[in-house]
């Protein structure tokens, strides 16, 4: 890896000064422990190019990167300290909960190539889905309708409807292995 032949500069996610004033607005009503109203919040991502639908509840210290790359469907929560790190397009539907600590992150670098290319997909929830406590999602990821990401888990790949995804499935699995092997 060569940082310093590191370059971005091709990435404009919006005006600088858009970028600027969200910053500034996010520190002073998101990113803060205070409890203001969901609907002002609302009413804020809105006049920063967000999609939101009606009865949408965002809760205290979330950090959300750029409004304009966002939209969330009717009556969808987000939770204390949720990151949505939507350098590229974040779509949540309807009814959907992100737990709180959870990450949506939309970007990640090539590790590959020696000048660590910033690399982007954008994510997609579907109506119904749950993402639990201090999740990841990844760049790319589609949840389908239904699907449940459990507490602590991490997403790389797309999540199938109505089917429920955790850690805790990975290490029961790992331990009757380990036990059959004593």
Not at 3 to 14: A, E, F
Not at 32 to 49: C, D, E, H, N, Q
Not at 63 to 83: A, C, F, M, N, T
Not at 145 to 154: K, M, Y
Request: proline share 5%; hydrophobic share 45%.
């Amino acid at each position: 890896m060569r940082l310093d032949q590191y370059d971005n500069s091709w990435y404009h996610p919006g005006p600088k000064w858009k970028i600027a004033l969200w910053y500034a607005v996010s520190i002073a009503f998101f990113r803060t422990a205070i409890p203001y109203p969901s609907r002002l919040k609302v009413i804020m991502l809105r006049m920063f190019g967000a999609n939101i639908g009606q009865g949408v509840i965002i809760k205290p210290s979330v950090i959300i990167k750029y409004p304009w790359k966002l939209s969330i469907g009717d009556h969808s929560w987000i939770g204390e300290q949720v990151w949505i790190d939507n350098l590229d397009q974040v779509t949540i539907g309807n009814h959907c909960c992100i737990s709180q600590g959870a990450m949506l992150l939309c970007g990640n670098h090539d590790y590959n190539k020696p000048t660590f290319n910033l690399m982007m997909k954008p994510i997609k929830l579907e109506d119904g889905v749950w993402i639990g406590a201090k999740c990841l999602v990844g760049p790319g990821v589609t949840a389908k309708e239904g699907a449940v990401l459990q507490a602590n888990a991490h997403a790389f790949l797309s999540l199938e409807n109505d089917k429920v995804y955790g850690l805790q499935v990975l290490i029961m699995k790992g331990a009757r292995e380990i036990n059959s092997h004593l």
